[in-house]
């Protein structure tokens, strides 16, 4: 696995003669665990976006597992974002009218990965994450803490080269937090996956091997 982004930089939508950040340089390798901080309007989400192809950037070049990203067409995008990229939401982003043990299914299902490994894959990830016991529950009978965790199940549960985390921690409180962030980049880089995560709590970026700033004019 390897990320590589090299100058990378997004003009402002409803200002494109200005940059909402530009010259971003960051290499991530597997067992990787980088949080960016940075304040709030800075595009640490568009960042995140840029390297999974949802949205595109303005310059400078993005790479994940050899692939240049921008270069991909719809199809093969999707294709890379479902195989290759693990997601962990603020919000969690759970469907509401499926289990947890469904949520966590989806994206092994997604990707016609053989059935007969499912479940025992999915209970080890529940076990570790101390959701064994509100597998069958839905999201709405579920604390936050219980759904952040349901949440790092479902991004882990096909083995994903990279995983992405957008202010993961922002609706939990600070112990459920460092609990949900310590299992993250262990069962994240015990896999070999690299993880990659922006917040603005630097209580939040103090569990990761390396932390940047995120300004305008790149990564420090």
């Not at 937090?177 to 310590?182: E, F, K, N, R, T």
Request: proline share 4%; glycine share 10%; hydrophobic share 45%.
């Amino acid at each position: 696995m390897s990320l590589r982004l090299h100058g990378v930089g997004k003009r402002q939508p409803d200002a494109p003669e200005c940059w909402l950040f530009e010259h971003i340089d960051l290499q991530l390798e597997a067992g990787d665990f980088v949080a960016i901080r940075g304040e709030s309007g800075l595009g640490k989400s568009t960042l995140l976006h840029l390297i999974a192809g949802l949205e595109r950037k303005d310059a400078g070049s993005v790479q994940l597992c050899g692939q240049d990203v921008d270069a991909l067409n719809d199809d093969a995008r999707t294709l890379l974002r479902r195989r290759q990229i693990g997601f962990v939401f603020q919000s969690f982003h759970l469907l509401p009218q499926l289990s947890a043990r469904e949520n966590i299914a989806l994206p092994w299902r997604l990707n016609a990965l053989p059935r007969r490994e499912l479940r025992d894959r999915l209970e080890a990830l529940a076990e570790q994450l101390g959701i064994t016991q509100r597998l069958d529950a839905l999201p709405r009978e579920l604390s936050g803490g219980e759904q952040q965790r349901v949440a790092v199940a479902r991004a882990l549960i096909h083995g994903p080269a990279l995983v992405l985390a957008d202010e993961p921690t922002g609706s939990l409180d600070p112990e459920r937090a460092g609990d949900v962030l310590a299992l993250l980049g262990q069962l994240g880089t015990a896999a070999g996956a690299a993880v990659l995560m922006v917040t603005h709590s630097e209580a939040a970026a103090a569990i990761a091997q390396r932390r940047l700033e995120m300004r305008r004019d790149g990564l420090h």
